[in-house]
C-alpha cells in the first residue's frame, strides 16, 4: 500500500518561494506507471492540479501555473514541488497524489498560507 506524506512550512510571505516535499513509502517512484501529482485546494474552492512527475522523470504542468512551479524527485522515495512568487490566493491545502491504472493515494494534506 502505498502512503504519502507531506511536509512544508505552514506560512510563507508573498514574493517567496515554497518548497514542499513528498515522502513515498510502501512503494517506489520509478516504479512503472506511476505518477506523482501536486494537488492544491484553496478555501472554499474545488481542487486544482499542479502539475506531475512520471515514473520515467517526465513532468507535466497546468498552464496556470507551469512558469512559477517545478516538480522534481531525488529518489525513490522524495517528490519535490517548488513554487515561486507566492501570492495571497496560493493559501491551499497542498496534497501529493499518486496515480496508478486508475487507483489513486492520496496523503493527508499540507496547509500553506502565504501573508505578510
Known amino acids: 500500500q502505498v502512503q504519502l506524506q507531506e511536509s512544508g512550512p505552514g506560512l510563507v510571505k508573498p514574493s517567496q518561494t515554497l518548497s514542499l516535499t513528498c515522502t513515498v513509502s510502501?512503494?517506489?517512484?520509478?516504479?512503472?506507471?506511476?505518477?506523482w501529482s501536486w494537488i492544491r485546494q484553496p478555501p472554499g474552492k474545488g481542487r486544482e492540479w499542479m502539475g506531475a512527475?512520471?515514473?520515467?522523470?517526465?513532468t507535466y504542468y497546468s498552464e496556470s501555473l507551469k512558469s512559477r512551479a517545478d516538480i522534481s524527485r531525488d529518489n525513490a522515495k522524495t517528490v519535490y514541488l517548488q513554487m515561486n512568487s507566492l501570492k495571497p490566493e496560493d493559501t491551499a491545502v497542498y496534497y501529493c497524489?499518486?496515480?496508478?491504472?486508475?487507483?489513486?493515494?492520496w496523503g493527508q494534506g499540507t496547509q500553506v498560507t502565504v501573508s505578510s
Open positions: 510502501g512503494g517506489s517512484i520509478t516504479t512503472s506507471h506511476f505518477y
Open positions: 512527475i512520471a515514473y520515467d522523470g517526465d
Open positions: 497524489n499518486a496515480f496508478i491504472w486508475s487507483y489513486n493515494y
